[in-house]
Structure formats: C-alpha cells, structure tokens
C-alpha cells in the first residue's frame, strides 16, 4: 500500500525523499505543505549532489520524527536508533545495492546541475528512481509493523 502511495506521489513530481516522507504522513501528522517543504531538499542525492538516495533519506526522516529521540544527553536512545537507521540501510542496500544516488543511477559524476531533469516518459525509462521510492517505503512499512510505534512518542503528540 505506502508502496504504491509513494510511487504515485513521485509520478506527481515530488522528489524521492518527498514521495516517501508524504506516504507515512497518516502516521507522523504532518500537513503536506510542511511535510514536503522538510523533505525538499534531499531530492537527487541531497540536491542533486548524489550523495545518499533521496528515498532513503525519506525512509531515515520518517524513522526518525517515528521513534527519534530528542533528549541530547540519551546516548541509549541515540544509539538504539542509529542501530535502527543503519537496519533501514542495510534492507535498502540488500536489495538494490547501495544507498548512494549515483551508484544506484550509474552516474560517474559526484554532483550534477541544480536544475532537475524534466520528468517526461524518457525519464522514467532511463531512471529507477520510482521504484527505489517504492522500495524504501516498502522497507519502512514492513519494519514498522514488525516493530510498533513506541506509546511515549504518541503521548508527546509527535505521531497520530
């Protein structure tokens, strides 16, 4: 289902990381004006630098607003999430190889121009890019199930 939602959003024209974040936004609560203005800039690797994929980069910010920490002194949590990111990871690179932009494209430049290719039938015939989005909501959706949004998270009124 979120792979599917995922995947339509980005045949919108939301990047990557805007396709994944809004296909959990039932679960975070965020509108879609602020959801998609936060995840903006991870498109194309982190705009358009081809660092780590924008799908992946969704996957990690809707972990993180899920079962993030926000006390800066909670080395326990940190580190239980961060095992947790790197778990999302590791499911990602499993199945397509890496989780960086352009060794997922097969783009031997590191950083590209700032303005995006225009998304026409072409596009999506040279690019994976929608189905890694369905990829990484897919993983994330599968990891939520097996492991519940924690009670306290509800309480502090960060997820619905």
Known sequence: ????????????????????????????????????????????????????????SGMFLTAGILYGYDDPGAREEKAVHYARIQELAKAFEEKNGSIVCREL??????????????????YYKKRPCKELVGDAAEILEKYIAEHPVDERLEKRGTVR
Request: proline letters at 3%; one cysteine or more; charged letters at 25%.
């Open 1 to 56: 289902m979120r792979r599917e939602r995922a995947m339509a959003l980005f045949e919108e024209g939301y990047n990557c990381a805007q396709s994944v974040f809004l296909a959990f936004s039932d679960l975070h609560g965020m509108d879609t004006h602020t959801a998609a203005v936060l995840s903006s800039s991870f498109g194309g690797g982190m705009g358009r630098l081809r660092e780590v994929c924008g799908a992946v």
């Open 105 to 122: 494209l097969g783009l031997s430049v590191k950083r590209e121009e700032p303005t995006p290719k225009e998304r026409t039938a072409e």
